[in-house]
Structures are given as C-alpha cells and as structure tokens.
C-alpha cells in the first residue's frame, strides 16, 4: 500500500463504523478504477439531485462530463461524487444484523470546468478508456461541434473517504446456537457476449481490445 493517506475533514470522518473506513488513497484509486458509473449528487436551485453518469480517473483528479445544457454541471458550487461496489448480501441469523458487503468511496469538491483543448481531449480519453480500455484509440476523434456541445469538469480526489465491509455475518453471541443458515451470497459483475449493430456493415471484425 502506498504511504500517502487519506486526510480526514469533518465531512470525511467517519461517525459509524469507523473500523471500516480505509486510510490510504490506494484503496481510493482501487474503489474508482474498478468502478463504471458513479453518483453526482448537486443542488439545483435549491433541490437536491443525484445522477448517475460516466466518470475516470488520472492521478488525483475525477473527469466528469455532460452536456454543455446540464443543470447538473454547472460549476462554482460543490458536488459530492460516490463509487459504490456491492459484493455480497450478508444473511445472518436475525433480521438486524443482517448487512452487505461493500467497498465505497465519497469525493467532495468543487468541480473546475477544463478549457484548456488539449486536458479536455486528455479528460475525456480518460473517461473513455475507464468504460472500455483501447477504446479512444479505436474510434474516430471528436468534431469541433462535438467538443463545443459537451463540457468536461474536473474533480480534485483532495477531500475523500472510503468504506468498506468484507466477511460474514456479525451475530449476537447467543444467535449462533440456533438452527438458521448463516452466510453470504456473492455478487458479481461480468460481461455479457457482444451484441453488434444491427447496421454494422459486413466484414468487420472485433476490435482485439474487445474480443476478450
């Protein structure tokens, strides 16, 4: 594990559970480049709202991007950025102790909108390549309007936290004698087979960064 730690403010502090929280930015880095889709939470006039959308990581920074239209990108106000993983129901013997297994990461910060051209291009590989790797590469680039139309926001990973729980369940001490399974159901996210546009001509083949 690297020796840079996460550093606590009062919003990253865990009250509850605070054996499960993480101390070293690696375990940030591991919970977001595995991740696909995180939830940018915003206020919007007052409201708050929570979005799902594409995201990627280079260094400490988060690339976002959206129309340039959204509510939702809109800077010079805070955001809250959450990467959750959900790897197992924990089913124990009682209804209260009953829990999940999880690895989660939570990013406050102001966002900065990227208007230097070529970070922008940088921002959006990453975010690219964070969904599917080699894919940039494969693809024509942007058009002029294309870029025009579509705003990337860049996130400072400065102020996180991550929580975690992993193993069986936790009972009560006299639960354990009773006659009721106990234990954990793993969950798994895999890819399914490929599935080729219906109007993609004949003759051409899986890209190698796909085929496997």
């Known amino acids: 594990m690297t020796s840079t730690p996460l550093s606590p403010?009062?919003?990253?502090r865990l009250r509850r559970g605070r054996d499960r929280a993480a101390t070293d930015r690696t375990a940030l880095y591991e919970i977001l480049d595995e991740?696909?889709?995180?939830?940018l939470g915003v206020l919007i006039n007052g409201t708050p709202v929570v979005l799902?959308?594409?995201?990627?990581?280079?260094?400490d920074t988060l690339y976002l991007h959206g129309s340039t239209g959204s509510a939702?990108?809109?800077?010079?106000?805070?955001v809250c950025v959450t990467v959750t993983h959900l790897d197992g129901l924990v089913l124990a013997r009682s209804t209260f102790n009953h829990s999940m297994n999880y690895r989660s990461a939570i990013v406050y910060g102001t966002p900065r909108v990227v208007t230097d051209p070529d970070e922008k291009l940088a921002g959006l590989?990453?975010?690219t390549e964070n969904l599917a790797p080699g894919?940039?590469?494969a693809l024509r680039?942007?058009?002029r309007k294309e870029l025009a139309a579509t705003k990337v926001l860049a996130l400072s990973l400065e102020e996180a936290s991550v929580k975690t729980r992993q193993g069986?369940?936790?009972?009560?001490?006299?639960?354990y004698e009773l006659d009721i399974w106990a234990g954990v159901r793993p969950i798994r996210q895999t890819y399914g087979p490929l599935e080729p546009d219906p109007r993609l001509r004949p003759g051409i083949p899986v890209p190698a960064h796909l085929a496997g």
């Open 35 to 39: 991740g696909l889709i995180c939830h």
């Open 72 to 78: 939702s990108l809109a800077t010079g106000a805070e």
């Open 135 to 137: 894919q940039w590469d």
């Open 168 to 175: 069986p369940p936790s009972d009560d001490d006299a639960d």
């Open 52 to 59: 799902p959308t594409g995201y990627g990581r280079s260094g």
């Open 9 to 12: 403010t009062p919003r990253t």
């Open 125 to 127: 590989r990453t975010i």
């Open 141 to 143: 680039a942007p058009t």
